[in-house]
């Protein structure tokens, strides 16, 4: 289980928040103070699925405002998830705690700062063997890898990651590393924004893996962040998946904060009803 604690200020921890916001849009979005439903029918990630909430003062009328995001939540087809984090107000979590709500996606956001994220520049030049590549190709190469897991490579899958990356905003950046046939490898993709640097999808295919392609993939990200001026990197990781944690240990990544998602019973429920009723190689929740 991570660790809920941030190691960083406030300031900087909301900042993060907002950067993941901006770089993984979710279809849509309903804001109230600092409250923010994000709506995402069909697509099966939570983060884009979630309530959100990015200031723990705004507590104020917590539960008739938590009644209206679950109703309107239900109206979008989509289970309620409060994405819990360091800036989730203590009236929603003491409600969540009282009427015994799951847990679930234990995840920590880790950081790496500047002095490190510039030690990797040097392999900027391209002479590692990735190379930049468009979004068409990166979610291409992404489904041929396997992606980072089963469910996250379905036609259906691919198509709403695609539709979602395809909102950003920000500066995007995507890389791929191939073999010497021109198959691909290894993808990575990273949003850079406001001097951080944000990556995501970092997948390697099956037979590459453990060889340091997943180091060098994140260290050109890091490289070609420095280049643009960042002064922060982040990337959030689960809590089981013990070799990313090691490899990004290695990198120089450290804790920041950690987040969890709360259901309610009844959208547990649903949650577990969907799961069945899906192919199995279309379940997760992402």
Known sequence: MPDDAPSLDLATLKALEEANLNGFPSERSVVDGA???????????????????????????????????????????????????PLTPPELVEIADTEGWTRTGETDVWVLEQTDLTAGAIAA?????????????????????????????????????????????????????????????????????????????????????????????????????????????WLQVTAENAVARALYRRIGFRPGYGYHYRLPQEAAGMVSKTLQQRPETERGTG
């Not at 990556?199 to 890091?222: F, K």
């Open 35 to 85: 409250w923010l439903a994000r709506l995402s029918p069909g697509n099966p990630a939570r983060r884009v699925n979630s309530l959100n909430v990015m200031d723990p003062l705004d507590g104020r009328d917590a539960r008739q405002r938590l009644a209206e995001m679950q109703v309107l939540f239900a109206r979008n087809g989509v289970p309620f998830h409060l994405r819990h984090t």
């Open 125 to 233: 030049d391209g002479s590692d063997g990735i190379r930049p590549v468009d979004l068409e190709t990166f979610i291409t190469a992404f489904g041929t890898i396997g992606g980072t897991r089963e469910e996250a490579v379905t036609i259906l899958a691919l198509q709403r990651l695609a539709e979602a990356l395809g909102r950003v905003a920000v500066k995007r950046l995507t890389f791929l590393a191939e073999d010497e046939e021109g198959a691909p490898l290894g993808v990575v993709l990273a949003v850079a924004e406001r001097g951080m640097l944000g990556i995501y999808d970092l997948a390697v295919r099956p037979d590459a893996r453990r060889q340091g392609l997943g180091a060098r993939l994140v260290t050109r990200c890091l490289a070609e962040g420095a280049a643009r001026g960042c002064r922060l990197a």
